[in-house]
């Protein structure tokens, strides 16, 4: 059974940082394709970034780029996203979610057949 579970949000003033982690099983991590997409207050999903594994390569938005770090720690099956200099507008919940297919570059426009929970992250004073 495939499953996603993060962890990590919480409140931060603005300009504090968080570090979300998503603890993936039932399925090859290291071979997978992942995301974090979030959620703000009476708004639609908005992706935030991806890593594929194949290359490496990781992609943000540019909302987020410079700010977020994406990474992985396969030996832990763990993705992990670092925020730094949190704004206001940053608050949402942070999901974790894999690529339906690991190779598709659509960035931001990908597929996903598995998702967490959801992490809750507020930045406010």
């Known amino acids: 059974e495939v499953q996603l579970v993060e962890s990590g949000g919480g409140l931060v003033q603005p300009g504090g940082s968080l570090r979300l982690s998503c603890a993936a099983s039932g399925f090859t991590f290291s071979s997978s394709a992942m995301s974090w997409v979030r959620q703000a207050p009476g708004k639609g999903l908005e992706w935030v970034s991806s890593?594929?594994?194949?290359?490496?390569?990781?992609y943000y938005a540019d909302s987020v780029k410079g700010r977020f770090t994406i990474s992985t720690d396969n030996a832990k099956n763990t993705l992990y996203l670092q925020m730094n200099s949190l704004r206001s507008e940053d608050t949402a919940v942070y999901f974790c979610a894999r690529l339906k297919n690991p190779y598709d570059g659509r960035v931001g426009l990908n597929e996903y057949d598995y998702w967490g929970q959801g992490t809750q992250v507020t930045v406010s004073l």
């Open positions: 890593i594929y594994s194949y290359s490496s390569d990781t």
